[in-house]
């Protein structure tokens, strides 16, 4: 037995290691359950509470719950449009010389810090949608959807726009795997048929990779759900519930960025970390989905 | 049949022009950092501290040590702890506890960066004080998850024969998988631990309220430190013109790093 005492200690360094991954989960809810008591004593109304005025003492996460399922709804509609024509493009379209270039460059540019993109937000973005998006827009003011405006230009619109710009590499990268594992052979017994590209695309290749393609576009939502330092920096932290994308608005992510360090009292701290644990809840949840969607069409591909 | 061509070309168009409307902004990006960011990179840039607000000068190597030892501390935590992980994942027989750890590790990789800064500030912060430690912490929350997932994979990847020969030669389970499977799985663990370098040292959510900023070079790893991506997002929102450049360079140095190190690792170290 004595011979075995090297794997005896390996075996447990690394069995205590892992185990550090459940302590860390349960510890990260028991921190943010246990710091935001005070705030679920009234139970639903934080979450449903729609005023948030931290001087008079009024707590209410709805605003903040609006502005984030709002931007990131919106985000990840605009990127699977966008990333699966890329994805179709880069798998179907571009010669094969392309492929590979374009790709890794995609690649690349999802590695950009989100900071930056912010920073390019507030002095380039921002002022493009004042100047050029938002007088357009305004043609359309007769719907609710796009009836105000800023003199900024730091609006949703603004924040859904960096969020698409962030998330859809992510859907595109994804959304191309799923294509180039569609069979060979399926899509060249189509085109032998007289096929045009479109059918081939149309009946073989969506249907075929249609799983690993929402699995991304699951994933994508996680991220826009909790992104926060490029929408904190482009949305305009105002916490009201707006129908119009072209008014400022605010996220659960944005506002702890924002209000964390200056929140005075232990009830305007617990709201905060009360928000953090919602949020939390929601990414994990869209976060499990997606990723079971792509498990699962690993083990079937 | 012309309806036909038509979809055919309406599908090739409808895929150019997604590329297109995506590219534009995120090439303008890169370029605007490019530009604004060099008018700002002095050797002073590099070397000196930060002027008071609305003060011509200064530089940003507060933030430069900052975000490295931010960094490196974060290393020290999360690479043996995943590394470890990854084996038990990988080189321990299925179990029940396995799945549910790589279940949770899936799930932990969901996790908002924000959410990991409250999490370290409500462990650490609020019993040490604003701390490079407590930032370490918040970027290892994020950092674990990420490397024991490509560990796992990067294990995985290795023949079952090696480790068969291995011990069939009499060789202990400890020697085979820290010999000969780390060794073979090396390259692919190395890029798993540099992309996670490239994306936590762009990281600020987790920073905000744990490494807080210091306009002063830290001199211990218990006290607040700056980061590039803290200095960028404190210097973006401020009312100064010149910040503002000081920004657009911390920006330049900050995506010029992040993606060398990502492009070593596409090149230099995955092996296809």
């Known amino acids: 037995m004595k011979r075995a005492r090297g794997d005896r200690v390996f075996w447990l360094l690394a069995f205590f290691s892992s185990l550090s991954v459940i302590v860390m989960f349960t510890l990260l809810f028991y921190e943010l359950l246990s710091n935001s008591v005070p705030i679920w004593k009234d139970g639903m109304s934080f979450i449903t509470g729609m005023v948030w005025d931290p001087l008079k003492g009024l707590f209410g996460a709805f605003p903040f719950i609006y502005g984030t399922l709002l931007t990131a709804t919106f985000a990840i509609l605009l990127s699977t449009f966008l990333g699966v024509g890329i994805a179709i493009f880069l798998s179907e379209i571009a010669p094969s010389s392309l492929r590979v270039i374009i790709s890794s460059i995609i690649e690349l540019i999802a590695a950009i810090p989100s900071v930056i993109i912010g920073l390019w937000g507030i002095f380039v973005l921002a002022p493009f949608v004042r100047d050029n998006l938002q007088p357009l827009l305004q043609h359309l003011s007769f719907i609710p959807l796009f009836s105000g405006k800023t003199l900024s230009g730091l609006s949703m619109l603004t924040a859904i726009l960096v969020l698409t710009f962030m998330v859809t590499p992510i859907v595109a990268a994804i959304a191309r795997e799923a294509l180039l594992m569609v069979p060979e052979d399926l899509k060249e017994a189509l085109y032998s048929l007289g096929a045009t590209r479109y059918e081939v695309v149309r009946h073989v290749c969506i249907p075929y990779a249609r799983q690993g393609i929402f699995g991304g576009v699951i994933l994508g939502y996680g991220r826009a759900l909790g992104e926060t330092m490029a929408v904190t920096m482009v949305i305009g932290n105002t916490p009201s519930i707006s129908a119009s994308i072209l008014n400022p608005g605010y996220t659960m992510a944005a506002v702890i960025a924002n209000e964390f360090t200056e929140a005075t009292g232990d009830v305007y701290l617990s709201a905060l970390i009360g928000i953090a644990l919602l949020l939390l809840l929601i990414s994990l949840a869209v976060n499990l989905v997606g990723r079971m969607i792509v498990w699962k069409w690993q083990q079937e591909g | ?272």
């Open chain 2, 1 to 272: 049949m012309a309806a036909r061509r038509l979809k055919d070309n309406a599908l090739t168009i409808y895929s150019i022009l997604s590329l297109v409307v995506i590219a534009i902004p995120l090439l303008h990006i890169i370029a605007t950092t490019l530009i604004n960011g060099a008018q700002s990179l002095t050797p002073e840039f590099f070397t000196s501290l930060p002027k008071p607000p609305g003060e011509e000068g200064g530089g940003v190597a507060n933030a430069i040590q900052g975000t490295a030892i931010l960094v490196a501390l974060t290393m020290l935590i999360s690479v043996p702890a995943a590394l470890l992980t990854a084996i038990y994942l990988s080189e321990f027989p299925e179990s029940r506890l396995r799945d549910l750890i790589r279940l949770l590790n899936d799930t932990f990789m969901g996790t908002p960066s924000i959410v990991a800064g409250v999490f370290a500030y409500t462990l650490l912060v609020t019993k040490f004080g604003f701390s490079a430690l407590a930032g370490a912490f918040a970027l290892s929350v994020l950092a674990v998850p990420m490397m024991v997932k490509t560990m796992e994979e990067a294990l995985k990847l290795v023949p079952t024969d090696i480790r068969e020969a291995g011990l069939s030669l009499g060789i202990r389970h400890w020697r085979v998988v820290t010999s000969i499977v780390l060794r073979t799985a090396m390259p692919a663990i190395a890029s798993g631990v540099l992309l996670t370098v490239a994306r936590i040292s762009g990281e600020t959510a987790p920073l905000l309220f744990t490494a807080f900023g210091n306009p002063n070079f830290a001199t211990g790893i218990l006290e607040p430190v700056s980061a590039l991506p803290l200095m960028i997002y404190v210097y973006a929102i401020s009312p100064y013109p010149d910040w503002h450049r000081k920004a657009w360079g911390a920006s330049l140095v900050l995506m010029i790093a992040v993606l060398t190190i990502n492009l070593i690792t596409k090149y230099k170290l995955r092996r296809r």
